[in-house]
């Protein structure tokens, strides 16, 4: 059962302070939109599950996570981001401040969310949620979400893809010239982000996963003892750590060395994983990440050809449309980039490696610095 906390400690002054802000939140929102066209509105994320980081600081316990809110609203999303979704973003950008933490709106309906395929998201909302306004009965049509063992094994995927490109972000940071406060807090977030996803992939490949990050922990426990996967254990360990730095974050003020050895140290596990990962969704054996750079299969289905063919033309562009990729979602190309960029850096110095990179990149780049920009570009349109 779900906490009636917001946090994983309920601290009382926490508490109180969030409350303010979904207070506000709830007023700002019904001055917003109109009656007719306001279905429900609800927290999400960490917070909604009950489970919100709690940052200790002088002045006193803080909120970490952004405070994500799923605005439900009658009719045609796009027609309703185009209508309020400004207007959204400006009360989002008053309330940041107060909160302390950023503040996000999702515009969605009702409708969508129950015709919605099953996915991580959508099992982590609907079951582990606080209302701000609305009432529980409005998820009937949506128990199929309730059910952990439909999440399919591509969720799976972009999970540890997702994660893996922030390990890819934090190197960035650590091979920077300077390195500051600012960036040893970003690489220690997302070490902590990838120590937890190696463990909730596996349980997603399982059918284990749970709303409750202690749960998730607490079903990696049981796995370890009864799955013969010689990295198990050093996964579970890290899960560990990902779930006290989810509950208890923390800012970071460790060296450069320090977070090099255990980016590296996260990094080389991730590889393990991901490999395993991958030849269970693709049903084949893949050994190495060579074999999966080149396997000749398509490696997203997320969308029929034509559709494709609309989403590389949004994303890449002319070129993006005319390439040998034009009828593949353009995520393949980060599926295929982000393997070369984070476990095998050897592949820029290679007489094949480094057009291939250009290709899946769409750039001319030849550094890894450069190489990063249009990761982070492509990375962002298709994300």
Not at 46 to 53: C, M, S, V
Not at 266 to 284: D, H, T
Not at 295 to 308: P, T
Not at 346 to 365: I, K, M, N, V
Request: one cysteine or more; a positive charge; charged letters at 25%.
């Amino acid at each position: 059962m779900r906490s009636k906390n917001l946090t994983a400690d309920g601290a009382p002054e926490l508490e109180q302070h969030l409350a303010l802000i979904c207070a506000k939140i709830a007023a700002g929102i019904r001055g917003l939109v109109p009656r007719r066209k306001l279905e429900a509105v609800l927290l999400g994320g960490g917070y909604g599950r009950g489970e919100g980081g709690v940052l200790e600081t002088p002045a006193g316990p803080r909120p970490y996570n952004d405070l994500e809110f799923y605005v439900c609203l009658r009719g045609h999303r796009h027609l309703n981001e185009l209508r309020f979704g400004r207007a959204l973003h400006v009360l989002g950008e008053i309330l940041t401040p107060q909160a302390g933490v950023e503040v996000e709106f999702k515009i969605t309906s009702l409708r969508e969310l129950a015709a919605a395929p099953v996915s991580m998201f959508s099992y982590d909302l609907v079951v582990g949620h606080r209302w701000l306004i609305g009432r529980e009965e409005q998820l009937a049509a949506c128990a199929h979400h309730r059910d952990p063992a439909q999440i399919p094994l591509n969720e799976a995927t972009r999970l540890l893809m997702n994660r893996c490109s922030g390990l890819l972000f934090a190197q960035e940071r650590l091979e920077k010239r300077e390195f500051t406060a600012g960036d040893a807090d970003f690489v220690r977030r997302n070490i902590a982000k990838a120590d937890l996803a190696l463990g909730d992939a596996v349980l997603v490949a399982f059918g284990h996963y749970h709303w409750s990050v202690r749960e998730r922990h607490r079903q990696m426990e049981r796995l370890a003892r009864g799955e013969p996967l010689p990295w198990l254990p050093a996964v579970r360990l890290r899960h560990a750590a990902g779930v006290e730095f989810k509950l208890h974050p923390e800012r970071s003020t460790a060296s450069r060395e320090t977070l090099h050895a255990q980016h590296h140290a996260v990094a080389q596990l991730a590889k393990e994983v991901w490999l395993w990962v991958e030849s269970r969704r693709l049903g084949r054996p893949i050994q190495s990440i060579r074999d999966y750079v080149e396997l000749d299969q398509s490696k997203y289905d997320g969308a029929s050809a034509l559709r494709n063919l609309a989403i590389n033309l949004r994303a890449l562009g002319p070129r993006g449309v005319f390439s040998r990729r034009g009828l593949r979602h353009p995520r393949e190309r980060i599926l295929n980039a982000m393997p070369l960029l984070l476990w095998q850096p050897e592949a820029l110095r290679s007489a094949d490696g480094l057009p291939f990179l250009q290709g899946e990149l769409q750039t001319t780049a030849t550094t890894f610095a450069e190489l990063m920009q249009a990761y982070r570009a492509l990375w962002s349109l298709v994300n």
